[in-house]
């Protein structure tokens, strides 16, 4: 079917959505929801038989949803209806919660249901349970939804007699999510945090200045006066609560008139001279007591395998963030193990470098230098691994250098719900991270320079049928990392474990031999330097842009419907087409995609 999709943004639900459909040989297009008579002009210059909203914050036109059966998905179960649904069920403490497609109609979330999804809901953040759990649920919705309009048969159900979960609520704002620091228990500061992560974040007072708080995880430990700041650690800072303490990775100064939008940055960096001294308390990656506090670097064995996993917020990596993980992936090498697995967490695996921190630099190039040479370090230690094997375990998302980062590794393996963009050029970049080394090793020349070009995601089990992913496991998002382990425990125990490694250091010996890794990495980065350094390069608009989350200005061409290429099902279709400008930062990856 030609499906034209409608979202407020190309976040991740709607990429997930996207790569899906067409992996089913679907023709889908996007249209993001600019304006009414946008979205008319892309009705008639498609012709869709069918329309799909993943994630859309505004009404869809009368006179289109009464021309075109246009499908709606509802992050809450039937009969929840309002703008806040997310927010509202965390807050709450749900432990159940669903995923509703219904159709377009005269009142908001009102129509008649196509099918519907249940889920658990976990104690996580709004936009992990997002990323995850409603993704899962929603995908398997939309798919249902969409067999059965296929079949020509199926007749909706009506919203009326259903019994209502909620009713219609309205948006969530800024007075429920109030912080009183002197009476709030942590569980209750936690939620407030949880519900508001990563949009729009928890408006408060901190050290003279108005912030918005993003991110919330417990403390076990430390205890001090409510609404103090104790400590610092990784960046975070950790604040005492009325009966314990939380850490909060990210502040977001709230936004003066004639000021630039000010975006998240860590917490530590954001306060700057405001910070008073505080002791920093910091975890280390191979701690042997299991603490129920937060770390961003944690590394754990089990018999012959090591696993080191990380999980920084949005998937950003700093410079810091990269100097770090290579001192503990070092350390973790010089332990007697024969397989590590890198990462395994259930959300973002990494999207590349920190744009946030570049943004904020008082020289945005020698940062993104510094930044791109620090992840170079850490994907050279990667590949240059010759004692044993390395897993890259992608329980969430990947992006641009934090996908080649996974590439790095010896297996790839990825949950099935994960999305993938093995790309650069939505940012202005030709890329680094010995990409052109690893990609076309495993798709070959030819589909590593579509896969750059065309700049689509690709979900978990195409990327497996191209070579990109060695293994898919079928799971829930919190039964990722167990898996992981289990599958990493079997492959250490193998009889021909060995014999891999030392057919891995041969390979290497062989590649160098070819083309060594150095003149790789000279190559990408005199590229990358260029770019870098020149202020009139289109990756300084799109970055400032991207992390001041300015709006577009139109569809991007490469998923719109004006280009039918960028619509097949067919990956092996030969294009190369130019995205540049504004409206390609629809489609980049990022933190705030919730």
């Not at 850490?378 to 934090?402: C, F, H, M, S």
Request: charged fraction near 25%.
């Amino acid at each position: 079917m030609h499906i034209l999709l409608v979202a407020s943004a190309f976040n991740s639900l709607t990429q997930r959505v996207h790569a899906e459909l067409r992996d089913r040989g679907h023709c889908v297009a996007v249209e993001l929801a600019l304006s009414d008579d946008h979205l008319r002009d892309a009705v008639r210059r498609f012709a869709p038989e069918l329309i799909v909203a993943p994630m859309l914050r505004t009404a869809i036109p009368r006179d289109v949803w009464s021309a075109h059966t246009c499908l709606i998905v509802h992050p809450g179960p039937v009969g929840d209806r309002g703008p806040s649904s997310l927010d509202w069920a965390i807050h709450e403490g749900v432990t159940r919660w669903g995923v509703t497609v219904l159709q377009a109609d005269e009142e908001m979330d009102a129509g008649d249901v196509w099918a519907s999804v249940g889920f658990s809901v976990p104690q996580v953040g709004k936009s992990d349970l997002y990323r995850n759990e409603v993704s899962d649920a929603a995908l398997t919705a939309v798919l249902l939804a969409v067999d059965r309009f296929a079949s020509g048969t199926y007749r909706p159900r009506p919203q009326d007699g259903a019994r209502a979960t909620g009713g219609t609520r309205p948006y969530f704002r800024q007075q429920l999510r109030r912080i009183d620091w002197r009476s709030d228990s942590t569980e209750t500061v936690l939620r407030k945090l949880r519900a508001a992560d990563s949009s729009p974040g928890v408006l408060d007072e901190l050290l003279g200045g108005e912030w918005f708080l993003h991110g919330g995880h417990p403390e076990d430990r430390l205890r001090g006066r409510p609404g103090d700041l104790l400590a610092t650690r990784a960046g975070a800072v950790c604040r005492a609560t009325a009966d314990g303490a939380v850490w909060i990775p990210e502040l977001r100064a709230r936004r003066r008139p004639g000021e630039p939008a000010p975006f998240k940055l860590p917490a530590v960096l954001a306060l700057g001279d405001r910070l008073p001294p505080l002791p920093d308390d910091p975890v280390p990656p191979d701690a042997r007591e299991r603490r129920r506090t937060w770390t961003d670097i944690r590394y754990e064995e089990t018999g012959a395998v090591g696993h080191l996993a990380f999980s920084f917020p949005g998937g950003a990596m700093s410079t810091t963030h990269c100097t770090r993980l290579l001192d503990a992936y070092r350390a973790a090498c010089s332990r007697p193990t024969s397989v590590l697995v890198l990462g395994g967490g259930r959300d973002f695996f990494s999207n590349g470098i920190h744009l946030n921190l570049i943004e904020a630099a008082a020289d945005p190039a020698e940062e993104s230098w510094a930044n791109i040479n620090a992840i170079n370090d850490l994907v050279q230690a990667v590949l240059t691994t010759d004692d044993r094997l390395v897993i890259a375990a992608v329980g969430g998302n990947a992006a641009a250098g934090g996908a080649m980062l996974a590439l790095a590794a010896d297996e790839v393996w990825c949950r099935k719900g994960s999305v993938l963009n093995p790309h650069y050029r939505l940012m202005g970049l030709s890329g680094s991270e010995y990409w052109t080394r690893t990609l076309p090793h495993r798709v070959g020349p030819e589909v590593a320079e579509r896969l750059v070009h065309e700049a689509l995601p690709l979900g978990a089990e195409a990327a497996e049928r191209l070579g990109l992913v060695d293994r898919t496991v079928a799971c829930r998002p919190q039964d990722f990392p167990g898996e992981a382990l289990r599958l990493a425990v079997r492959l250490a125990s193998s009889t021909d474990v060995q014999a891999r490694i030392a057919l891995k250091k041969t390979t290497l010996e062989r590649q160098e031999a070819v083309k060594p890794l150095a003149v790789h990495r000279q190559e990408e980065l005199a590229a990358m330097r260029s770019i870098f350094f020149d202020p009139d390069a289109p990756y300084h608009l799109l970055r400032r842009a991207f992390v001041r989350k300015e709006p577009p200005v139109r569809t991007p061409h490469h998923i719109g419907t004006d280009v039918p290429g960028a619509r097949t099902a067919d990956p092996s279709a030969d294009r190369d087409r130019n995205v540049t400008g504004t409206a390609a930062l629809a489609v980049a990856p990022g933190p705030a995609d919730c």
